[in-house]
């Protein structure tokens, strides 16, 4: 267990979630062990008495998170209410308290995956592994930072941004993420054999996962290699996906599907709509925002913008469509396949960015580099 915790605390700072010696992970096997001391400890351990939890996870998040989340919890706020999809799907709202206090802490986690302590970090737990916790962190990171952005942008137009939003805005573009100008070289298809495939689907993922285009859990990978696609599995980690690759057969006639990739619907209708063979699912921040940034101030389809949205619309030359995981009318299996044909890429709306290409994943991870980067261009203009 121990081991895991270090794991799940290293991974926080190599994402750039936490600094170095703050996460602080408790996980419970034979025993409660933590990854490191420290006086929260006490707390955190009636925590664990009054919930049925296998792990929990607190931690001050690094910059430009640690200053965004606290300028969303600032004054009499009691939870944040971001629109993104992860949100919505995984998370519903993002519960903020005011005191370090174990009775506080449960009341809100019994209810929700995370709690935000004011000026004191983020707290997540999970029922199964330290992953679970990790992940839910680095959820609310990322609704928040998307959050933020939106909503300066909004206010901005409107000329209502205050003087500690702005300072906020500037500490967090000091720290935003720098883009390789050169992507890295992938596996390069044809490929020879099955061992080749899942080698070439497990890389794409790491590295997309590496260049900060999705964290490790969300987003997803397929590629179509003669009559089976080869797919992530639904909730795998896409820096961790050797063992979790399921070889689909295109005529349906297994079953393996069925831990496959919430959105496998979906990829197999963008195979079918644009004859490539290479798929990558990122969450890439600016490509989520842009795609929630609306000017139309009284639509009949506010609220609803994620399922059904009336307008056409794009970043540049980038649609923009609305869907929801799954297969349902308003699913992506129906709202995606057809804006990809011609397309480099279609952004979903709250939810982040698909990309294709042929052979294998090269010109797909090239894609959704430079629409990412466009995207934050376009954010940037928009402000100017």
């Known amino acids: 267990m121990k081991r895991l915790l270090e794991k799940y605390s290293a991974k ?3 994402a750039g979630l936490a600094e170095t010696g703050y996460p602080l992970l408790g996980g419970l096997d034979a025993e409660l062990e933590w990854n490191r001391e420290d006086p ?3 707390v955190l351990e009636r925590v664990f008495s009054g919930l049925s939890i296998n792990s929990l996870l607190f931690s001050f998040p690094a910059e430009p998170y640690r200053s965004i989340i606290d300028f969303l919890a600032s004054g009499d706020v009691n939870f944040i209410q971001p629109e993104d999809s992860e949100t919505r799907t995984f998370m519903h709202d993002l519960p903020v308290i005011r005191d370090f206090r174990s009775d506080m802490i449960i009341e809100k986690l019994r209810k929700r995956k995370s709690v935000i302590v004011k000026g004191k970090g983020i707290i997540t737990w999970g029922t199964v592994s330290p992953e679970q916790a990790f992940i839910f962190y680095s959820s609310v990171c990322f609704a928040c930072f998307v959050k933020f952005f939106s909503d300066y942008l909004r206010d901005s137009r409107k000329g209502e941004v205050s003087v500690e939003q702005e300072r906020v805005f500037r ?3 000091k720290n935003l993420e720098q ?3 050169k992507p890295p ?3 390069s298809g044809p490929y020879r054999n099955r061992e080749d495939v899942y080698r070439a689907v497990a890389e794409a993922g790491r590295l997309t996962v ?3 285009l999705v964290d490790s859990f969300f987003g997803n990978v397929s590629l179509r290699w003669g009559d089976t696609l080869f797919i992530s599995q639904t909730t795998s980690s896409l820096d961790e996906l050797e063992g979790c690759i399921d070889p689909c057969p295109m005529n349906g006639s297994a079953c393996t599907s ?3 990739s919430s959105e496998f619907s979906a990829h197999m209708g963008i195979l079918r709509h644009t004859g490539m063979n290479a798929i990558l699912h990122g969450h890439p921040k600016f490509s989520v925002i842009m795609s929630m940034d609306c000017r139309r101030e009284n639509c009949a389809s506010r609220g609803s913008c994620h399922i059904r949205c009336p307008e056409e619309r794009f970043v540049r030359d980038v649609p923009i469509v609305p869907g929801e995981v ?6 992506l299996c129906n709202t995606l396949p057809s804006a990809m044909e011609g397309s480099r890429g279609v952004i979903v709306w709250g939810h982040g960015l698909f990309t294709v290409s042929l052979d294998d994943f090269n010109g797909a991870f090239r894609n959704l580099l430079s629409i990412e980067r466009m995207c934050r261009e376009e954010y940037f203009r928009f402000l100017d």
């Open 12 to 14: 926080m700072v190599s």
């Open 40 to 42: 929260a400890i006490p």
């Open 171 to 173: 500490i967090a573009q």
């Open 179 to 181: 883009y390789t100008d």
């Open 185 to 187: 070289l992938l596996m």
């Open 210 to 212: 590496e260049h900060r």
């Open 258 to 260: 069925i831990t496959a």
């Open 326 to 331: 799954g297969t349902g009318p308003f699913g």
